[in-house]
T-cell receptor, first 113, second 115 residues
Framework: DAGVTQSPTHLIKTRGQQVTLRCSPISGHKSVSWYQQVLGQGPQFIFQYYEKEERGRGNFPDRFSARQFPNYSSELNVNALLLGDSALYLC????????????FGPGTRLLVL | GDSVTQMEGPVTLSEEAFLTINCTYTATGYPSLFWYVQYPGEGLQLLLKATKADDKGSNKGFEATYRKETTSFHLEKGSVQVSDSAVYFCALSDAGGTSYGKLTFGQGTILTVHP
């Protein structure tokens, strides 16, 4: 079975632009979470979606938004990009929400110039 | 809030040496604990997990025991290989009021193994 997939793999944007990142979970997984990993640090939680509803949100500004589709894939949107948004964005999926094991995709590396 | 603290890195070892990476946590409930590994340029891979006190997670020669009394989940391996060179993250999955299971990560420990 395929693992978690993310697209694109790399992205370069300029300040003020908007970006959309995409994630497809492992088949059968209904929960998707998004994390931001700045270089040299551990991942920080952004959002969790389960059954197409937002179930959790980390300490990120309203410029960050996400949604989950009926097929359980997900998009993360970031508006008005700042230099500090440059990071590896990781998507993780799990069967359900709660303390289930989360499996990560390869990430999308975003560079904001 | 929940937090995870890992030992300061980087850690540099010779092949076949013994590895310990310390991890302690703070949580309000009864979290599940995880070790993830990240190879250069890649996402995170689950290495092992433990879901309750005194559980031992193990995989590929790595082991960690969930110690509730010391709030620790130290990673160990008896004989490391060059291929173990990577960044290791300790993480917990919350069991607080929200119970939606976000992961809280430590800062990561860089491991380099020389031949």
């Amino acid at each position: 079975d395929a693992g978690v997939t993310q697209s694109p793999t790399h992205l370069i944007k300029t300040r003020g632009q908007q970006v959309t990142l995409r994630c497809s979970p492992i088949s059968g997984h209904k929960s998707v979470s998004w994390y931001q990993q700045v270089l040299g640090q551990g991942p920080q939680f952004i959002f969790q979606y389960y059954e197409k509803e937002e179930r959790g949100r980390g300490n990120f500004p309203d410029r960050f938004s996400a949604r989950q589709f009926p097929n359980y894939s997900s998009e993360l949107n970031v508006n008005a990009l700042l230099l500090g948004d440059s990071a590896l964005y990781l998507c993780a999926s799990s069967l359900v929400q709660g303390k289930e094991t989360q499996y990560f995709g390869p990430g999308t590396r975003l560079l904001v110039l | 809030g929940d937090s995870v603290t890992q030992m300061e890195g980087p850690v540099t070892l010779s092949e076949e040496a013994f590895l310990t990476i310390n991890c302690t946590y703070t949580a309000t409930g009864y979290p599940s604990l995880f070790w993830y590994v990240q190879y250069p340029g890649e996402g995170l891979q689950l290495l092992l997990k433990a879901t309750k006190a005194d559980d031992k997670g193990s995989n590929k020669g790595f082991e960690a025991t969930y110690r509730k009394e010391t709030t620790s989940f130290h990673l160990e391996k008896g004989s490391v290989q060059v291929s173990d060179s990577a960044v290791y993250f300790c993480a917990l999955s919350d069991a607080g009021g929200t119970s939606y299971g976000k992961l809280t990560f430590g800062q990561g420990t860089i491991l380099t193994v020389h031949p």
